[in-house]
DNA sequence: TCTATATATTTGCGATACAAAATGTTTGTA
DNA sequence: TACAAACATTTTGTATCGCAAATATATAGA
């Protein structure tokens, strides 16, 4: 009676370590591989946005990649400065700025190599196919339980950092240990 | 014949996409929840591996959370402002400086929700053993095919922005669009 | 004792990230 | 037309994070 109960927590704790790993992986390549160009997580997920689809106003490149437009102006003059990425105003309605990829830029996001990506591709395909079923059935579960159905499929991955001090700023005390 | 090849191509494209999806709301409930406490992700992630074990040397902490000992002391000013964790410095050799969380730093931590990860504990939990099954030898093949089985699963989440600059500098054009 | 090594911190720099304010544009309205 | 409101982007200011190199202190070894 137990003894089931017991098989289904080490399988949800297998899950979760797993998940992990995956993450850990994922994340790790992402900080080694994806600068091989010199470019950092959000300049190049930027530049994949971009490659889906240029030119694209800065508010909505913004809201795909789910941050504020004031942080991505800072990431668009760091593309633009090294002319992978180019501002147009538009003549239309002069308010808003079109962005688009520069022929360098459209090669370079072409051949970053996107390792983990890369390593599940060629990993998957030479998956049997009964196993390969097997994966996607059991993500497509936890894509369920996460309520994510319906999300878009953004690219792999996004970056993050910041907190919005929520406090009053407690004044940060420098350097306290120290001691004598 | 064609044909499963092409079901096969869907097949992965699938997967690739869940796989995108999971980490998007990982991300997602990590950034907008995981700041109940006022606590960035990394300060959080400090935390919880403080939680696992203190008193922990800070030289151990950096390589438990795979970042660099300078930035791990910057994190650990901040947490220790905030009277959540404590240095203290070893009496045998003074040269090491111990942290340990702090009785409120032990409270927040126990209390911060891990939306994601209690949402995945909960629906992994609700599953027929079938299909909880299916998710786990799932995931492990994932694990296999990055090369992650022996990784030791780290917390749900690291956060990394940087990179190191590998060119002397391009000298940091400021603002450039701004026609006429 | 003198030197080398080890541990933590400081300093300097670049990059995210957000909010609030500023700038320039367009649209609606009196 | 004149003016106010709404919009899109950028600027400004602040807080992290992240690393490398330099520092300070302590320990260990020759």
Chains 1, 2 share one sequence.
Not at 100 to 113: A, D, F, I
């Amino acid at each position: 009676m137990a003894k089931k109960r017991d098989e289904r927590s080490i399988a949800i704790g297998r899950v979760l370590d797993d998940l992990r790993r995956v993450f850990q992986v994922v994340h790790g390549y992402s900080k080694r591989a994806e600068r091989v160009g010199g470019l950092t997580g959000p300049q190049l997920w930027a530049m994949k946005v971009l490659a889906e689809g240029s030119p694209v106003r800065v508010s909505d490149l913004a809201q795909r990649m789910y941050l504020h437009p004031s942080t991505v102006v800072g990431i668009l003059d760091r593309l633009e400065s090294r002319g992978l990425a180019t501002r147009t105003r538009s003549t239309e309605d002069r308010r808003v700025v079109t962005v688009s990829l520069t022929e360098e830029g459209r090669l370079l996001v072409s051949k970053t190599p996107q390792v983990a990506q890369g390593l599940l591709l060629t990993g998957l395909k030479d998956l049997p196919t009964e196993e390969l079923h097997t994966v996607r059935t059991g993500l497509s579960l936890l894509v369920g339980i996460l309520g994510a159905r319906d999300l878009p499929p953004r690219l792999l991955f996004s970056y993050e950092v910041n907190a919005p001090a929520p406090e009053p700023r407690p004044h940060a005390i420098r350097r306290t240990a120290k001691d004598r």
